[in-house]
C-alpha cells in the first residue's frame, strides 16, 4: 500500500525506501506538498516529485538509480568541436525562470508535462533561496538550451534540462560537470536511467548504493557550486 502523505505532516516524514512498489517502479508517498522543508528532506532523502497535471503530489526513490560521477563524464570529438565553434556562452542563474518554463514546454516526443504550475513556483522558491540553480547556454543573445536542478552540500540534483539548438544540453551538462570538479561535487543525480545520458558517461548504481553516497556527500562542504 503506497504512504498518503498530509501537509500537516512534518516535512521529514517519508516511508523507508524499501517501501516503494514495484509498480509503478519507485513510487513511495503520494500527497503532502511542495514546501521548502519538504522538497529539501525530500533531496537529502534521495527521493523526488514527479507527477502529472490532475494528480497529487507522487513522490519517488527508484531502484537503480541514474547517476553521473563528474570523473566519469565523456563526450565525442565532434562534440568537442562543437564546444570550440558553436559561439556558445554559458552562464549560470541569469534566468532560471526562462529555463525551468522551457523544460516545461511540450517537445515533439512529448506533447505533456510533468513540471505543472505548482512545481515551476516550488523550483522558483528553491532558486530565490539559493538551493536550486540553472546552467545556461546562449548564442546571439537568446537562449540556446540549458538545464536546473538542486545542489545540497557534495550532490546536484539534476530535474530537466533542454535544447533549441543542436548540442546545447550537452554543452550545458559539460559545464555542470566541470563546476562540480572545480567545487569538489561528487555526484550528480539523474534519476532515471536515458540513454542520451549513458552515452555521457551516466551509469544505474542500486539505491543502496546511492543512499550510501548521500550519506557521504549530502552534507559535505565545499566551496559553492555557483558563486554570487
Avoid at 121 to 132: D, E, K, N, T, V
Wanted: proline letters at 9%; aromatic letters at 10%; hydrophobic letters at 45%.
Amino acid at each position: 500500500m503506497i504512504t498518503w502523505l498530509s501537509p500537516d505532516d512534518p516535512p521529514e516524514r517519508f516511508p523507508p525506501h524499501d517501501a516503494a512498489l514495484r509498480d509503478p517502479p519507485g513510487l513511495l508517498a503520494a500527497g503532502g506538498d511542495l514546501t521548502f522543508e519538504r522538497l529539501l528532506a525530500a533531496y537529502e532523502r534521495g527521493i523526488f516529485p514527479w507527477y502529472s497535471p490532475g494528480q497529487p503530489v507522487l513522490w519517488w526513490s527508484p531502484d537503480p538509480r541514474e547517476v553521473l560521477l563528474p570523473r566519469e563524464f565523456h563526450f565525442a570529438r565532434r562534440f568537442t568541436r562543437s564546444l570550440r565553434t558553436r559561439g556558445f556562452e554559458w552562464l549560470e542563474n541569469r534566468d532560471f525562470a526562462a529555463v525551468v518554463a522551457a523544460c516545461a514546454a511540450p517537445r515533439a516526443r512529448s506533447p505533456g508535462t510533468w513540471i505543472t504550475s505548482e512545481m515551476r513556483a516550488a523550483y522558483l522558491q528553491l532558486h530565490h533561496l539559493g538551493q536550486a540553480h540553472s546552467i545556461e547556454i546562449w548564442r546571439a543573445g537568446a537562449l540556446a538550451g540549458g538545464l536546473y536542478g538542486v545542489r545540497l552540500g557534495g550532490v546536484f540534483f539534476g530535474e530537466s534540462m533542454f535544447s533549441r539548438e543542436r548540442d546545447a544540453s550537452k554543452v550545458a551538462l559539460a559545464h555542470l560537470v566541470a563546476l562540480c570538479r572545480r567545487n569538489a561535487l561528487a555526484v550528480i543525480d539523474c534519476q532515471l536511467p536515458s540513454r542520451h545520458l549513458g552515452s555521457l558517461g551516466a551509469r544505474t548504481i542500486p539505491r543502496a548504493q546511492f543512499q550510501a553516497l548521500l550519506r557521504e556527500h549530502v552534507r559535505s562542504g565545499g566551496a559553492p557550486l555557483l558563486p554570487p
